[in-house]
């Protein structure tokens, strides 16, 4: 690990050097459709050229792969073993908070900041399944709909909305992608296109234990996240 100006950003590692696992997943490298990463079951192929940063200890790490500056620069994925092998492509925000600053500041910018802010001000503790988020709200179904926040104004932001709509009992795609809310939801956008979703009930996906969430909760997806995920199961 180097360190600069207090900050502790992982080592770049090329060649050779490069880990072969990370967790249960094994890495490979090799050419790849479209130069992009990408995932069948528990291995990883990342494109020839990747440069590798190890993360948790070489559990999790994060591959960049440089390009013209007309392509936005460089291209960047997170993977490794989070409960079973996993692998996300990022953005440029995402690469440039490991590159420019440190592993600690990449794991804070994944996480929503108002699931930050709920935590800071609740002390209830994020809950997290893959690349979701989800923390207890201090309100029941009634006070969100009346948004009856008491003397919790703070929760005017986090709540503020263009529209919200509920929708019932069952079963919600969350964020289209594999996970999945079994209980009452609703979806809130603001006008950013940032999307939250209120609800609570049992939090499902492959590849991940079912997350059990009692009571009405924020439930938002990580920062950072690119277009294509590279899995190919």
Excluded: C
Excluded at 48 to 62: A, H, I, M
Excluded at 85 to 101: G, K, Q, T, V
Excluded at 206 to 231: C, F, M, R, T
């Amino acid at each position: 690990m180097a360190t600069v100006k207090d900050k502790t950003i992982p080592l770049p590692l090329q060649g050779d050097e490069r880990p072969k696992v990370a967790g249960v997943a094994k890495i490979k490298y090799g050419t790849t459709a479209f130069d992009r990463a990408e995932r069948r079951g528990s291995t990883i192929t990342l494109p020839n050229d990747s440069t590798v940063y190890k993360l948790e200890r070489g559990r999790k790490f994060v591959a960049v792969v440089a390009q013209p500056s007309w392509m936005n620069g460089e291209r960047g994925w997170f993977g490794g073993t989070d409960e079973k092998p996993f692998l996300a492509e990022l953005n440029r925000d995402a690469i440039d908070a490991l590159l420019s600053y440190s592993e600690e500041f990449f794991f804070q910018f994944l996480r929503p900041e108002s699931i930050d802010e709920v935590a800071d001000k609740t002390g209830a503790k994020p809950r997290r399944q893959g690349d979701i988020f989800a923390i207890k709200l201090p309100l029941s179904w009634k006070a969100i709909a009346t948004r009856d926040f008491g003397k919790r104004r703070w929760l005017e932001n986090i709540l503020d909305n263009d529209y919200m709509y509920g929708e019932g009992n069952r079963s919600h795609n969350v964020f289209n992608t594999r996970h999945r809310l079994q209980g009452p939801a609703s979806l809130l956008e603001d006008g950013f296109g940032e999307p939250r979703m209120i609800g609570e009930g049992i939090l499902k996906a492959p590849d991940h234990k079912p997350v059990k969430l009692v009571g009405p909760h924020l439930i938002q997806q990580a920062n950072g996240l690119g277009g294509q995920s590279g899995v190919v199961d």
